[in-house]
T-cell receptor, first 113, second 114 residues
Framework: GDSVTQTEGLVTLTEGLPVMLNCTYQ???????LFWYVHYLNESPRLLLKSSTDNKRTEHQGFHATLHKSSSSFHLQKSSAQLSDSALYYC???????????FGSGTRLLVSP | DTTVKQNPRYKLARVGKPVNLICSQTMNHDTMYWYQKKPNQAPKLLLFYYDKILNREADTFEKFQSSRPNNSFCSLYIGSAGLEYSAMYLC?????????????FGHGTKLSVL
């Protein structure tokens, strides 16, 4: 079945350094949608960005990701981490014609001064 | 209002007792989902409603029930709680089942079974 693999566990960064959270996926669908959800403490998880277009960069709130179907990847990046970026990040996959959203296990990002 | 509401936020249950969790949304979304989230694990889809049609995942088919009396409400029912049911339960909704539709999540209900 479909699966998503993310950078495991905890990523700690100093404020101002670049962020890169890895996400790779496996799916039977040729045109999947890939999502990044962010879960801040005491809030609901919410969508950060999404894409289904191969090799096109998508951006939101300073974060960006590019879907590369050749390598089945959708890594999340940001040029300069901020303290407020500390949160749990989920990569997720939904296949065209499917109903099921498959999540990775999440990567906790902790940004320190 | 783009919120999904879940009640209660925290739930304590005894082994062998039933548990009922509630979720509501006022966005007129067709689809509502229930996920189970345990520490360091991916959120696991338990079941979802598309309109009035319930779809349960094969590996949790017998463990969870659900009802959707109207478009806004969806419940998750555990007939006899076991220790393994301790987890965060996340409710989510989406406008429809289309692949590009995002999920709107509630805050979750943290269930502790003792």
């Amino acid at each position: 079945g479909d699966s998503v693999t993310q950078t495991e566990g905890l990523v700690t960064l100093t404020e101002g350094l670049p962020v890169m959270l890895n996400c790779t996926y496996q799916t039977i669908y040729s045109n999947p949608f890939l999502f990044w959800y962010v879960h801040y403490l005491n809030e609901s998880p919410r969508l950060l960005l999404k894409s289904s277009t191969d090799n096109k960069r998508t951006e939101h709130q300073g974060f960006h990701a590019t879907l590369h179907k050749s390598s089945s990847s959708f890594h999340l990046q940001k040029s300069s981490a901020q303290l407020s970026d500390s949160a749990l990040y989920y990569c997720a996959l939904k296949g065209t014609g499917g109903y099921k959203v498959v999540f990775g296990s999440g990567t906790r990002l902790l940004v320190s001064p | 209002d783009t919120t999904v509401k879940q009640n209660p936020r925290y739930k304590l249950a005894r082994v062998g007792k039933p548990v009922n969790l509630i979720c509501s949304q006022t966005m007129n979304h067709d689809t509502m989902y229930w996920y189970q989230k345990k520490p360091n694990q991916a959120p696991k889809l338990l079941l979802f409603y598309y309109d009035k049609i319930l779809n349960r995942e094969a590996d949790t088919f017998e463990k969870f029930q659900s009802s959707r009396p109207n478009n806004s409400f969806c419940s998750l029912y555990i007939g006899s709680a076991g220790l393994e049911y301790s987890a965060m339960y996340l409710c989510a909704s989406s406008r429809d089942r289309a692949a590009n539709e995002r999920l709107f999540f509630g805050h979750g209900t943290k269930l502790s079974v003792l």
